[in-house]
């Protein structure tokens, strides 16, 4: 490894900062991984420092001669309202200080309930809590780049799957099931089609946006495999499974009822329209800009349940 060579520094060790990191050693990149412990499961070659997010000067020392910064932390999805925003203030004021360039790894959110395919050009209209906090965050995020105080990209992913993924709707609660045999739940009306993005896929278009000076000062979809049903999408994860298909689904009264033990079941409750109506995102705009690297989804499906299978 050459000492002049280029660093990427990652915040967060989650799924996303995982495939973001694997994308990046395929590249042979010289890698630093940030969050609160200092330890993640990750290749040798790969650091991993211990950092407060949340402080200026802690970022902006784990940052330094850093040339790219992705952004993949996140608080507890139950206080993301109380302490997203300053998470990623924390974060701009950093990486600002070190002029790297600042990748950020985000939601849709923002957009609210909407009647069709989701545009990057869509308006910031959520009414939830989280939507409203995601809407702030990346409004803060451009008008920093518009300012000129850093050079920031936006890359939206819808709902997640694939390896290390948990705590989705399309993590622990359904694959394990479908290697089993046993039914899967999907939420909402399982009937309506509903994008899923590849985790692979969403770190890979991070790596793409943080090569690429095009993709700066702008909003991207992260490229998506095929947008089918929540029960085709299940369907096809049993039959790569070996399984007959054993699916139904819940509603907005059973996460309800989730809610009253379960924090995380109760914060899904106001995101539950997106299981109630199509759930759809056009990212031809970065597959123009970028070409596509989406992952077919049976492949991506098939790695998935490999992960799952290997890991529990």
């Given at each position: ?32 991984m ?26 902006k ?19 993301w ?13 950093g ?11 985000d ?7 909407v009647?069709?395919?989701?545009r ?24 920093a ?27 622990e609660r ?5 290697l089993?045999g ?8 399982i ?5 899923y ?24 979809h ?19 499974a ?7 689904s ?23 329209y ?8 056009d990212?031809?705009?970065?597959v ?15 790695q ?9």
């Amino acid at each position: 490894m050459t000492p002049n060579q280029e660093l990427h520094v990652i915040f967060g060790t989650g799924p996303l900062g995982q495939a973001v990191m694997r994308e990046l050693v395929t590249q042979k990149k010289r890698i630093r991984m940030v969050n609160r412990s200092g330890q993640a499961v990750v290749p040798n070659e790969v650091e991993v420092i211990a950092a407060d997010a949340y402080d200026p000067a802690s970022t902006k020392a784990v940052t330094a001669d850093a040339s790219v910064v992705y952004q993949c932390a996140q608080p507890a999805y139950t206080q993301w309202a109380e302490k997203f925003p300053a998470l990623q203030a924390a974060i701009v004021d950093g990486v600002a200080a070190n002029d790297a360039k600042l990748i950020v790894g985000d939601n849709l959110y923002m957009y609210g309930l909407v009647n069709k395919p989701m545009r990057e050009d869509l308006p910031n209209v959520a009414t939830t809590r989280k939507g409203g906090t995601r809407a702030l965050m990346a409004e803060a995020l451009l008008e920093a780049h518009r300012k000129n105080r850093i050079r920031v990209a936006i890359g939206r992913g819808s709902d997640f799957f694939g390896p290390q993924v948990l705590g989705s709707v399309m993590g622990e609660r359904i694959f394990p099931a479908v290697l089993a045999g046993k039914p899967a739940s999907g939420l909402g009306n399982i009937d309506l089609l509903h994008t899923y993005t590849f985790i692979n896929d969403f770190g890979k278009a991070l790596v793409v946006l943080g090569e690429r000076d095009e993709a700066l000062g702008q909003i991207w979809h992260v490229p998506n495999p095929e947008t089918v049903t929540t029960r085709q999408f299940l369907e096809i994860a049993f039959k790569e499974a070996g399984h007959p298909a054993k699916i139904n689904s819940m509603g907005k009264f059973m996460m309800w009822l989730g809610g009253l033990f379960i924090p995380e079941a109760r914060e899904t409750v106001e995101m539950m329209y997106e299981f109630e109506n199509p759930f759809v995102v056009d990212h031809s705009k970065y597959v123009q800009m970028f070409g596509t690297q989406a992952t077919p989804l049976r492949e991506a499906i098939r790695q998935t349940l490999e992960w799952y299978r290997s890991h529990h």
